[in-house]
């Protein structure tokens, strides 16, 4: 880390105040939170006044000769709410500078000029000076950002090899491909590449024997055999293939070593993710593990994509923190990015083969060759995405039995899929569950939508808006935009309206952002025993129950009431309160959620007698239980 300004040299020179100076500077004019700043520093063990410590290392920043004065560091850095934020102008910084080279240079290849692509490429190289941050004692978050930047580095010099190996420079390539496969053994896109490159300069024995000594490094290193596309390379060296040789104006994807007609060029290369939230804000350690997970299958020793399943109830955000996972995904698929909507407009689950054939008509296949079946249709789309490294968001699934038939082949892609409910059955998925947001978050979010003066200005009103809203981004996004719409309104004052249990949805309605909608969606997915006992439930009050309470309450024994929670919290409309070994676990239902239930529960003798029924418990002293509905009690439902 370098940082140069009127005067020379202004890095700080003292460790801490250096780690915090990368810390901010990774994630420059954006605030980051002092508890994550803590965890960057000390790794899980804090000292005692670990807050007070980091003023005094921003101090630091901000009085020291050489960070102090216009220009400086130290008199960039910005306190924040819970946090704070170095300011940065788009041109300040070479790690922007690189990745600007590379947009630029993968649209010009896309578009036909490797000569361009090349050139800027090398512009974008030459920032580098070695390992990012590796004169810095790095934490967690720091090393796994440096690692990402390590792949954006590889993956960048792969693309200007194949800029290159375009170009016809086929021979002068050979000297550095050595290297690079030297240094990288593991790395098949290098080893192709020289392939490819000695295969065009008249050395098939050099080809032949790196497909060699790749093979021989993966069996011994991970137990696994090279990819079939490299499989495929080999054998069509062995045959002097013609789709090797480099022809007038073709355009070859990063995979140059496929015949031409198995691969979409650069520039149809598929990218359906929806646009990112600019004012997004907290789940920074939901975002780091779905991230983790997505890229971990390429290291792994599975045949099969890597999957991540998003959990939560309605309006907790999974589709927001998603596709921003998804964005910051997309340069380790290259081969492209697929979005699935899994419930139509009017809250549908939608046909998987349906999903299917129009996955298969963006990849260009006709629709009317494709067959009936959807075991065939999925056939067709695992064979054509096997050797590719694709990324698919699947938002929103009501059951396995809609992601099962949309799973790429191969191992080099991986998938995201959200949902309302528990997912069993997704071969070695990874999962990542999304509660309530935290207050200071939410608080934040808040202030991002309504003006930070505004809710500065009475912060306890704004976490009383924030919990009457549930603390759900969808409830509290919506609080936001009511009070940027509303002028003349204090955020004391939205408090005040919200608080009155029968007005609190019809203030949440803002615009687009229907809230009473999404939680009523939610309670009409559940099955009709399951969402009587949920209206059960939200009739008798808002305080938390215990698994006794929630049989009293339902007129129902133990067992029968706790097969009833489990489902409703496997549907995410009850969460755990409180939950400790050895001690009893208490649940509560979302407030957004409560309030919708309520309002749409039958009358309540109605109700119970229909759950009594249902769970076998006699509605009269002497009577005869009725037999349980198995289709109603087991833990499938």
């Known amino acids: ?133 590796a004169d810095i004692e790095t934490g967690p978050a720091l090393a796994a950002r440096i690692s990402q930047l390590a792949d954006t580095r590889l993956g960048a010099l ?54 060699g000594q790749l093979r021989r490094d993966l069996v011994q290193e991970l137990g696994i055999e090279p990819s079939h596309r490299l499989q495929r390379l080999q054998r069509d060296v062995l045959n002097e293939a013609p789709s090797l040789e480099l022809s007038p104006g073709r355009q070859s994807a990063v995979r140059a070593a496929a015949p031409a007609a198995d691969i979409r060029p650069r520039r149809e290369v ?46 907790t955000g999974k589709s927001t923190v998603t596709v921003r996972a998804a964005h910051l995904l997309r340069e380790h698929f290259a081969d492209g990015q697929f979005h699935v909507r899994l419930h139509d407009e009017n809250d549908r689950p939608t046909d998987p083969a349906a999903a299917l054939r129009s996955l298969l008509r963006d990849i260009g296949m006709r629709m009317d060759e494709l067959p009936e079946q959807m075991d065939e249709l999925a056939r067709i789309f695992r064979s054509w995405s096997a050797d590719r490294s694709l990324l698919l968001v699947l938002d929103d699934a009501s059951g396995p039995e809609q992601v099962v038939p949309l799973l790429p082949g191969g191992s080099r892609s991986a998938v995201l899929v959200t949902s309302r409910v528990r997912l069993p059955g997704l071969p070695g998925a990874a999962n990542v569950e999304l509660g309530p947001m935290e207050t200071d978050d939410a608080v934040e979010l808040l202030a991002s939508l309504a003006g930070v003066d505004r809710v500065g200005a009475d912060v306890a009103a704004a976490r009383q808006v924030v919990r009457l809203a549930g603390n759900r981004a969808l409830g509290v996004r919506a609080a936001g935009e009511k009070l940027a719409a509303r002028r003349m309104w204090s955020v004391t ?70 097969l009833l929670v489990g489902r409703l919290l496997d549907h995410h409309v009850v969460e755990i309160a409180e939950s400790a070994p050895g001690a009893v676990t208490v649940y509560r239902i979302p407030e957004l959620i409560r309030l919708v239930a309520r309002t749409q529960a039958q009358a309540p003798d109605m109700a119970v007698a229909e759950l009594r029924l249902m769970s076998g418990t006699p509605s009269r002293a002497g009577q005869s239980p009725v037999p349980c509905f198995t289709s109603v009690l087991t833990p499938a439902g």
């Open 270 to 315: 598929i990218a359906q993710l929806p646009s990112d939230t600019p004012d997004f804000v907290g789940r920074r350690a939901e975002l780091a593990h779905i991230v983790t997970h997505a890229r971990s299958g390429s290291a792994s020793l599975l045949t099969a994509p890597q999957i991540v399943t998003v959990l939560g109830g309605a309006g």
């Open 158 to 211: 792969e693309l200007r090899v194949e800029a290159d190996l375009r170009l016809g420079r086929h021979h002068r390539l050979m000297a550095e491909l050595r290297q690079l496969t030297a240094d990288h053994p593991l790395n098949e896109e290098f080893a192709a590449q020289l392939m490819l490159a000695a295969y065009r300069s008249g050395q098939r024995g050099t080809a032949l024997e790196t497909f």
């Open 493 to 562: 004052e939205l408090a005040a309206r919200l608080a009155p249990d029968h007005h609190r949805l019809a203030e949440l309605g803002s615009g687009s952002l229907d809230v009473r909608g999404r939680m009523a969606g939610a309670c009409a997915r559940l099955a009709t025993p399951d969402s009587q006992a949920l209206a059960c439930l939200a009739r008798a009050g808002e305080a938390p129950f215990d698994i006794p309470r929630a049989a009293r309450a339902l007129a129902m024994d133990t067992w029968a009431a706790e």
């Open 1 to 133: 880390m370098e940082i140069s300004g009127q005067g020379g040299d202004r890095t700080p020179s003292a460790p801490m105040a250096r780690r915090l100076l990368a810390a901010l500077l990774l994630h420059a004019n954006e605030q980051v939170r002092t508890s994550t700043l803590i965890d960057e520093l000390w790794d899980g063990e804090p000292p005692r006044l670990a807050r007070k410590t980091i003023q005094t290392y921003v101090y630091q920043l901000r009085k020291a000769p050489h960070c102090a004065g216009v220009g400086g560091p130290g008199e960039r850095v910005e306190t924040c709410p819970n946090g704070y934020r170095i300011r940065l102008a788009p041109d300040e910084m070479d790690l922007w500078q690189f990745e600007r080279h590379l947009a630029r240079a993968r649209a010009d290849l896309g578009d036909g000029d490797p000569e361009s692509a090349a050139r800027t490429l090398r512009l974008g190289l030459s920032l580098w000076r070695g390992d990012a941050f």
